[in-house]
């Protein structure tokens, strides 16, 4: 299995060997209980599927009930799928030791919204002109965003204020620090996009 799914507890501090106070992030990573395992016969390629969390039952949809109760697992909250090499089956639990023989890891999680943003925020613009000798509030504007007369329009990906924040984010080669079985967690050095208590995908 390359993956896990999991969820972000916080960040905190250790000290390595040689004294050193290094910043890291403690990440629930499982348990994760296969619901379903695609084959090249049935759906045209192979992976497998496997959720993360409880979901209360009156929330669950008839299809996903059918495949949760085929799979002999309450339903889960959150899904995904993976590639896999290894032969999996439906009910299998897999727990955070897939990371015991890991050195990094890649995490996906969300970026924090920060609703709509000016340029000088989103884009990291300089703002325009000086900000004094009459100039009229343009001191945190873009300024021209095209031609006036052809081509006669904005083009498209013109860097714009707008909605900021809440993107699928990869932070690729954190490097594995710790690996507790007993309370599935998993500490990685340094920090990835999301917020506390946010879900995450942990990659090999």
Known sequence: MPGLIGRKIGMTSVFSADGKNVPCTVIEAGPCVVTQVKTVENDGYEAVQIGFGEAKENRTTKPMAGIFKKAGTTPKKHLAEFKFEED???????TVELFADADFVNVVGTS?????????????????????????????????????????????????????????????????????????LLIVKGSFAGCKGSTVLIEK
């Open 112 to 184: 924090k919204g920060k609703g709509f943003q000016g340029v000088v925020k989103r884009h990291g613009f300089a703002g325009v002109g000086q900000r004094t000798h009459g100039q009229d509030d343009r001191a945190r504007k873009p300024g021209a965003i095209g031609a006036c007369s052809y081509p006669a329009k904005v083009f498209k990906g013109m860097r714009m204020g707008g909605q900021m924040g809440g993107d699928r984010v990869k932070t690729r080669n954190l490097k594995v620090l710790k690996v507790i079985p007993e309370q599935n």
């Open 88 to 94: 999996y089956n439906l009910g299998d639990a897999i």
